[in-house]
């Protein structure tokens, strides 16, 4: 499943139009001053524009047509039109400062708000949410959707303006003279239909195009990821046509945008030409009988030839409606995506280990599949319980419903007594941690991995938690020690060492409950069982132990060991009972044994 809206493939011009007009009604609400600033600096610009085309017809007929027929030239008179048009032209700078300031500091505050919201709806979406929707389709709804929405911003402000002085100019026409008024009658209505009918050819395109976009960041950031895959398998070249045959699409998708927008813009450039010709022609007859004076005709001209660019603003505004509607629907999709945790008012105070109990526990994914079926078992305060079952038993969902990233479909799962969905996100972060399968390090320095900007992180906590993970020494060797960059997800650590960074991780945030999601698998065994070993030691002065162990060193480490086949516990007791009496048990720790000995 796709964050992308099915909807927007049937949508017509006009239901886009007005969708964009309700998305543009939105951004203005969020940021009414900057709004109305560049819509203030754009009015006046238009005003000034259409004031402009008249000072320029009164210079011409007051100053350069008696130049003309006197052969002589008034300096004064030159003077005055020159400080006037210096004048016009300096405030015309100014408003369009104003509007352009204020337009892009609107548009890029929407983008900023839009991102937050997005990224803070990311974290508070459940993990099923982010199996069914990839990465890169997520990560293009963050970046390229968000632009998208957000683009017809820009030229709002110029629009908006350029309708005002469309008003004012032809009023003005028509005041000065009807004839000449018909052409701006039926020049302004007839440009209005294009930019409509090109609405509605555009926006199929614009919205497959952006649909594209997101097709092209899915394969992309899957290639990134599975990059050592692709390499070992050599197969380098099938993965490049498969990202070339979308970026073909893509290709192929912006090409109909700009040959559709290479079609209409010199239309639009055009039509205030044809206008201008049309005032010409008339304005000369209509000057021949007297009815308008040469300024007039000038000013009326002018007017005209001015006019293209600020109606391109209006292009503009309808041109990047289709593909803002687009991405606005992708971006909306996740706003208002079902699923969020909810979290509860409760908390749980208490320095020593916690209790973690589950009560006849059933859960399901997305497709309906029981994972765990009336699971029932129990961590006791200070003690260290391990899970082992074959692959899909649902040891991992165990783990994930321990720490809350899932809620149970039936049962309870509670840690001293509370139900896990009554507690705060705090009270869980606080009393909970987990290591999961796969390590992640960010692209920081060891300090920021293991500490988190927890205020309580200081350097002694961030050696201790160091130790405890068996990977102090190794920290201590690094030219940098603590300061260390690791690299993109910790590129510059072994498989074993970001295990011991995410474990150290979890360690110094003290938790009263840890759980190991077969979290030491890439570690060397006799590294395994001195981590376990500390941990052991130490569970009974800070944190209980649930962990998910295949190797035959870590189980009997454990206070008891839970056995699970197809989501029930079959079996439950120390690892030595249970290899004697639990054949299948028997089976699965000696065969994992038998495959590390032929690996070795």
Not at 97 to 119: C, K, N, P, S
Not at 347 to 355: F, G, H
Request: proline share 4%.
């Amino acid at each position: 499943m796709s964050v992308t809206s099915t909807a927007d493939m049937t949508r017509t011009g006009g239901e886009v139009l007005r969708r964009g007009l309700g998305i543009l009604g939105q951004g203005i609400a969020a940021q009414p001053r900057l709004f109305s600033i560049s819509v203030a600096g754009s009015v006046l610009h238009g005003a000034l524009l259409v004031g402009n085309a008249y000072v320029v017809g009164e210079i011409v007929g007051r100053v350069v047509t008696p130049a003309f027929a006197e052969n002589r030239i008034d300096t004064g008179a030159l003077a005055l039109a020159a400080a006037v048009l210096l004048g016009i032209s300096g405030l015309r700078v100014a408003a369009m400062f104003a509007r352009r300031l204020a337009a892009g500091a609107m548009m890029f505050r929407l983008q900023a708000g839009y991102r937050e919201r997005i990224t803070r709806r990311y974290l508070e979406l459940p993990l099923a949410w982010h199996q069914r929707n990839s990465a890169g389709s997520l990560l293009s709804t963050a970046t390229s959707d968000v632009e998208a929405a957000v683009q017809p911003f820009a030229p709002l402000p110029l629009a908006v303006g350029t309708v005002v002085m469309l008003v004012g100019a032809l009023g003005s026409v028509l005041w000065t003279d009807w004839v000449l008024g018909l052409v701006g009658l039926v020049l302004v209505p007839s440009l209005f239909a294009l930019n409509i009918f090109y609405s509605r050819r555009m926006s199929p395109l614009q919205m497959r195009a952006q649909r594209l976009r997101a097709g092209v960041a899915e394969i992309a950031h899957e290639s990134f990821d599975g990059a050592l895959v692709i390499k070992t398998m050599g197969k380098e070249a099938a993965e490049t046509a498969r990202f070339a045959a979308k970026v073909g699409e893509l290709r192929d998708g912006l090409i109909r945008v700009g040959r559709l927008r290479g079609l209409f813009d010199p239309v639009m450039d055009a039509l205030p030409s044809v206008g201008t010709v049309a005032v010409l022609l008339l304005g000369t007859w209509r000057l021949s009988t007297g009815a308008i004076t040469v300024s007039q005709l000038v000013s009326v001209a002018f007017l005209f030839t001015v006019l293209a660019f600020p109606l391109r603003a209006i292009a503009w505004l309808v041109g990047d409606m289709p593909r803002g509607v687009a991405g606005y629907d992708r971006v909306h999709a996740v706003l208002a995506a079902e699923g969020s945790t909810r979290y509860g008012n409760d908390d749980v105070n208490s320095a020593t280990p916690a209790r973690l109990d589950f009560e006849n526990v059933g859960f399901s994914y997305a497709d309906g599949e029981p994972v765990l079926r009336d699971v029932t078992l129990s961590v006791p305060a200070g003690k260290t319980v391990a899970l082992v079952g074959p692959t899909g038993s649902g040891k991992s969902t165990i783990a994930s419903l321990a720490v809350r990233l899932v809620d149970p479909d039936a049962g309870t799962v509670r840690l001293d007594g509370a139900d896990l969905r009554t507690l705060t996100a705090e009270a869980l972060a606080a009393n909970i941690a987990l290591v999961p399968q796969l390590p992640f390090v960010f692209d920081d320095t060891i300090r920021a991995n293991i500490a988190l900007d927890r205020p309580a992180a200081d350097d002694a906590e961030v050696w201790a938690a160091l130790r405890l993970a068996q990977i102090d020494s190794f920290v201590a060797g690094l030219p940098a020690s603590l300061d260390t960059e690791v690299g993109e997800r910790g590129t510059s650590l072994s498989g074993g060492q970001r295990q011991r960074l995410t474990l150290a991780r979890a360690l110094a945030g003290y938790p009263r409950l840890l759980i190991l999601d077969d979290a030491t698998s890439a570690v060397d065994p006799r590294v395994e069982a001195a981590i376990l070993g500390a941990l052991r030691s130490a569970a009974g002065e800070g944190a209980s132990i649930l962990v998910v162990a295949y190797r035959r060193a870590t189980i009997a480490l454990a206070d008891e060991v839970v056995y699970l086949e197809s989501g029930r516990i079959l079996a439950r007791g120390t690892h030595t009972e249970l290899l004697a009496t639990v054949p299948g048990y028997k089976d699965l720790v000696t065969a994992y044994e038998k495959a590390e000995a032929l690996d070795d």
